[in-house]
């Protein structure tokens, strides 16, 4: 930083939002390449490394949107400084977990104070920046998006296979103290004249049916969907959705404007949000496993060989930002996720293999999937705010960020539960009529997570032959059909994509105005100019908002 932007508190904002945003996505791509130390360490089982992922990502997908209500009512430097706190407890928590179940309730509590920061993140920014200064501001975030990303599982791998997966935790501590010292000694605070209270019941709603149907759907893995209790989680998730959507329908001041549904590339957003997180973001949990507990890799040799995947969207990410500005965001979604699929396709086929050298056939579909990966994330975050309103852009944006976080969630969840079933079934069926017959379920439940060699080296010499041949071919066709199901995700995404985003829709581009500090109607100015600025050549701009809007062709508007 140079003198006078130091002398400037919205640089420091900058820098306080950047260092604990990277650590909050750091917290998320970090942990996959130590899920079979953690699981070999605590114990756990196939369900219980879901568990780890999905406490957090619950957690987030919950809180978002109330975390952002409280922050415009008490504000947002408080809240930022208060999930920050919160996040360091956790990740301290995380780190000395003992038990798998401690360690699941820890990631629950590091997610509340996720949420507390990302929601207020994006606020915080635009609060301090206006004009120019602004677009380098979420350029610079952006950019700290995605070097957490690629970063995440070499620095995963490093710190698990050198000195132990718990350092994935502690690594956050110094991080957190750099965010807290910044923020409370240089951001400003910032509040919503115009918020109102939380909407309790939409937060509780919407929590017990996202928690039960994924409740739901990791039980499914164990009991199968018959059974009494998964089907009782499944009707009471659907009960309390249908509770949640009555709540939104009659607040005054709901966490979820539904009415933001009635234009169709808000709703095609929410799909893209949707169908990358439980596409690819989901499968990278169980290739994880493969390529270390079948093929035998370390953590650290494991994080080097996803960056064909991380380096390659953050490369893709560089360019489609550039692009954004110039082509229709349609235009990269979409096509983003038909690579994506195709990325997806080409990694199937892996072979019925313990050979480490079989990882080569993972390099073209991992180096696809990442251009994929990098057309569609940033485009689609402008698609969550560009189509609504100055008032209702912090809302857009954090819907679509709660629709990735229930992405994650709802993937692992189901995925996990499609292959523990296949494990299952394809075990007893490889082990029918060998002395092992008994043991299938056993063998089945180890094989899940994984443990494909443990399994081996347990058993008798003479079954040893028959178990090895039985659980690896279980394992790699039931990875195979759960990367399958990813692509048919993302190829129905890109279909929603091209159907549902489009041009017209836009209002602003290029993030929300702030919502403190000055007078209302220069905040409008500023959309306007913005909108009509980015507008494509000849394309009408809509601007103003609520009763008010209306649609201008080029050159008529106000400047």
């Avoid at 017990?208 to 199968?224: H, K, Q, T």
């Avoid at 799909?271 to 035998?296: D, K, M, P, T, W």
């Amino acid at each position: 930083m140079t003198e006078t932007t130091t002398r400037d508190p919205k640089w420091w904002t900058l820098v306080a939002v950047c260092t604990g945003v990277f650590m909050l996505l750091l917290d998320i791509t970090i942990v996959n390449v130590a899920l079979p130390d953690i699981q070999s360490e605590l114990d756990a089982s196939l369900s219980d490394l879901q568990w780890v992922i999905d406490a957090y990502a619950l957690s987030l997908a919950s809180l978002l949107l109330t975390a952002g209500s409280l922050a415009d009512l008490y504000g947002r430097k408080r809240v930022f400084v208060i999930g920050t706190v919160l996040f360091t407890v956790g990740s301290v928590a995380c780190g000395l977990a003992q038990s798998v179940d401690f360690l699941t309730a820890a990631r629950a509590f590091q997610g509340i104070g996720g949420a507390a920061m990302f929601a207020t993140a994006l606020a915080l920014l635009a609060s301090a920046f206006t004009g120019k200064d602004r677009g380098t501001a979420f350029g610079a975030f952006g950019a700290t998006t995605g070097v957490a990303v690629a970063i995440g599982p070499v620095l995963g791998g490093v710190l698990t296979s050198g000195i132990s997966w718990r350092w994935i935790f502690f690594v956050n501590i110094p991080i957190c103290l750099v965010a807290l010292f910044v923020t409370i000694g240089k951001v400003r605070e910032s509040h919503n004249p115009r918020a109102g209270s939380p909407d309790w019941a939409g937060f509780l709603s919407f929590s017990g049916s996202l928690g039960l149907l994924v409740y739901g759907l990791i039980r499914a893995g164990e009991d199968g969907f018959g059974d009494s209790a998964v089907i009782a989680c499944l009707v009471a998730a659907t009960f309390l959705l249908l509770v949640f959507l009555a709540v939104e329908v009659g607040a005054r001041h709901p966490m979820f404007d539904l009415s933001l549904l009635r234009k169709p590339t808000f709703t095609g957003g929410l799909i893209a949000a949707f169908g990358v997180s439980s596409s690819i973001f989901s499968l990278l949990a169980y290739l994880v496993i493969y390529v270390q507990n079948v093929l035998g890799y370390s953590a650290v040799q494991t994080g080097f060989r996803f960056l064909f995947l991380s380096a390659t969207s953050f490369f893709a990410a560089a360019i489609a930002g550039r692009l954004s500005e110039r082509i229709p965001v349609k235009w990269l979604i979409g096509p983003g996720f038909t690579v994506l699929g195709i990325g997806l396709l080409l990694l199937h086929g892996v072979a019925e293999s313990s050979d480490p050298g079989e990882w080569t056939h993972l390099i073209p579909g991992l180096l696809v999937a990442g251009v994929g990966i990098g057309l569609i994330n940033p485009p689609l975050a402008s698609t969550a705010v560009g189509v609504v309103e100055v008032a209702r852009s912090g809302m857009a944006s954090g819907v679509n960020s709660t629709f990735r976080q229930v992405g994650i969630a709802t993937g692992i969840a189901a995925l996990g539960s499609i292959f523990a079933h296949e494990v299952a079934d394809k075990v007893t069926e490889g082990l029918r009529g060998t002395p092992a017959a008994a043991q299938s379920d056993q063998i089945a439940a180890a094989v899940t997570g994984g443990q494909v060699d443990a399994v081996v080296r347990a058993a008798p010499a003479e079954s040893q032959a028959a178990i090895a041949q039985a659980t690896t071919t279980a394992f790699v066709d039931s990875l195979n059909h759960i990367i399958l199901i990813a692509a048919v995700i993302a190829f129905v995404s890109a279909l929603a994509s091209f159907l549902l985003i489009r041009q017209k829709d836009f209002v602003v581009r290029g993030g929300p105005p702030p919502s403190t500090g000055g007078d209302v109607r220069d905040a409008e100015a500023e959309a306007e100019a913005e909108a009509a600025g980015r507008a494509g050549p000849g394309e009408p701009v809509e601007v103003g908002h609520g009763t008010h809007a209306r649609t201008e062709e080029p050159g008529k508007h106000r400047p």
